[in-house]
């Protein structure tokens, strides 16, 4: 079986080669989960499966003590 994994980032600037930069920055300092959004996985099959969005640890924290 293979699988397609898609990542989508979400990278602010001004112009695209800013964005591109600023991304290949990120993935050098290894901090691109910062921009990180959510995953698509592709099965075998062809269907498409949106992953849960990543939660920080602080918001996991929060929904635990809070609810």
Do not use: C, N
Not at 42 to 64: D, F, H, I, Y
Request: no cysteine; glycine share 8%; net charge positive.
């Amino acid at each position: 079986m293979q699988y397609t994994i898609i990542r989508i980032y979400q990278v602010p600037g001004a112009t695209q080669r800013e964005a591109t930069d600023r991304f290949l920055q990120a993935r050098e300092l290894g901090v691109e989960r910062d921009f990180h959004v959510r995953d698509y996985v592709k099965g075998p099959t062809g269907g498409t499966e949106r992953r849960p969005e990543p939660r920080s640890w602080w918001e996991l924290v929060r929904r635990q003590l809070l609810g």
